[in-house]
């Protein structure tokens, strides 16, 4: 076995989309189902660096995602050349919209946005602007950065390799003989299923579980970071579908991304600045923050006359590799050890699992590893069958519960 990839998120399944691609005899190994944590939370934004030049420090950021919204749209439109094959998978929009609230310190980071990039945005006249924003008092701009549907491109790329992705039974589903985090031998588990394999390099790219494997290898833990999001949701069937980012000044005020659910309701995912400082917010009070900032951003949309719009929220860590400041890394970001027979992996963002996949092929190349059990035609042991399938995991509002918007305005008028 060449390489077994441990997560199976949009970083885990990347890697082993490239590793297969490049000949290599790769596995993925997951503890629980296909996008589980951080994955399928994702708001699913190909970025191509325009909300990263509203701060100087941010540039550095700006330049390694610039060509991605380009390079994941030609996966998803042709399927052809360097990456998995992503027609199956929806494409929400193909581009979003970004406008300003109405202050100086605003006007001056939208300026600072337009002038920063390889590739400008286009400024829409009032005439062409989705209805929510025709009343906006400043600028308004489409942004070509392309808005995936989580869930489908997790399963895309899966359902390229069904033999190759193995659950097992949570993490101690994975018994690992290893000697200085250097490993030599796993045993994978998953009910009554047992198989026992020697890669020649292992990946961990289980987002925040990383933590929890360095450590049970007997290595530092403190080279991960987490920075926490109080993600807020608002759902109804007369939302219409939305993807933009209101800013102001330097900052990401609140960014929505719209999907629907299996009763044909909008949901709006609400991030940026929102979602940060909501960390710090319980429940109910993030359900009136969302209220508020809404009726603050988007004041074309009356939501007193939505009848069935109801409110929510939940909370998620973005798994980062650990910077000086706390800071989010400018990049995919890899710590390679034992010559890269250990490799320790973050995407950063969503849009970046086509940078770590090549950092992390890079890293192993020339490692070609044995198997220890025997073998079918395609390289891969005969008794994987014994281990369970993951399937997708469900999108965050599917577990949540929610409150009706009567409740939430008469709470925040009590």
């Known amino acids: 076995m060449d390489l077994a990839v441990i997560g199976g998120g949009i970083a885990g399944l990347w890697i082993l989309d ?35 030049t509203l701060r100087e420090r ?45 202050s ?24 062409d602007r989705p209805a929510l924003l025709r009343a906006a008092s400043g600028a308004v701009l489409r942004v070509a950065e392309p808005v995936f549907d989580t869930r489908s491109v997790l399963g895309a790329i899966a359902d390229a390799h069904p033999g190759r992705i193995l659950g097992v039974d949570g993490p101690e589903g994975i018994e690992f003989a290893s000697a200085g985090g250097r490993v030599e031998r796993m045993i994978l588990r998953s009910g009554g299923g047992e198989v026992a394999v020697r890669p020649a390099a292992v990946v961990l790219a289980a987002g925040v579980g990383n933590e929890g494997l360095l450590a049970r290898l007997g290595l ?15 759902r109804a069937r007369d939302l219409p579908e939305f993807h933009g980012h209101c800013v102001d000044g330097n900052k990401t005020r609140v960014t929505i991304t719209s999907a629907r659910d299996d009763a ?4 709006w995912q609400l991030g940026g600045d929102l979602a940060e400082r909501g960390v710090d917010r319980d429940e109910a009070m993030q359900r009136d923050a969302a209220f508020t900032e809404l009726r603050g951003v988007l004041p074309a949309l009356d939501l007193d006359g939505i009848d069935d719009l109801e409110w929510s929220s939940y909370r998620v860590d973005r798994a980062e590799r650990r910077t000086r400041a706390g800071l989010r890394p400018d990049d ?25 996949a090549a950092a992390v092929l890079e890293a192993t190349e020339g490692f070609t590893g044995s198997g220890e059990t025997s073998a079918g035609s395609d390289g891969l042991p005969t008794d994987f069958e014994t281990l369970r399938r993951p399937g997708i995991a469900a999108f965050p509002w599917e577990e949540r519960s929610w409150t009706s918007h009567h409740d939430v305005v008469s709470a925040a008028r009590a």
């Open 264 to 267: 044909g309701r909008t949901i």
């Open 220 to 234: 530092d833990a403190e080279v991960a970071q987490r920075r926490p999001l109080h993600m807020a949701l608002a």
């Open 332 to 356: 995919a970001e890899v710590i390679s050890l034992h010559g890269g027979r250990l490799i320790t992996a973050w995407p950063t963002k969503w849009a970046l699992a086509p940078r770590l």
């Open 104 to 127: 100086l310190a605003s006007r001056l980071g939208m300026l600072g946005a337009k002038a920063a990039l390889r590739t400008r945005p286009e400024t829409v006249p009032e005439a």
């Open 18 to 52: 490239a590793a297969v691609r490049a000949g290599r005899n790769a596995i993925l190994v997951e503890a629980f189902e296909l996008g589980h944590g951080q994955s399928v939370a994702a708001q699913g934004i190909i970025h191509g660096g325009l909300k990263y």
């Open 58 to 102: 941010d540039l550095d950021a700006a330049g390694a995602i610039a060509d991605m919204p380009g390079f994941w749209r030609d996966r998803h439109d042709s399927g052809d050349g360097d990456g998995p094959d992503l027609r199956a998978a929806r494409m929400s929009t193909p581009c979003t919209w970004m406008w300003r609230t109405d």
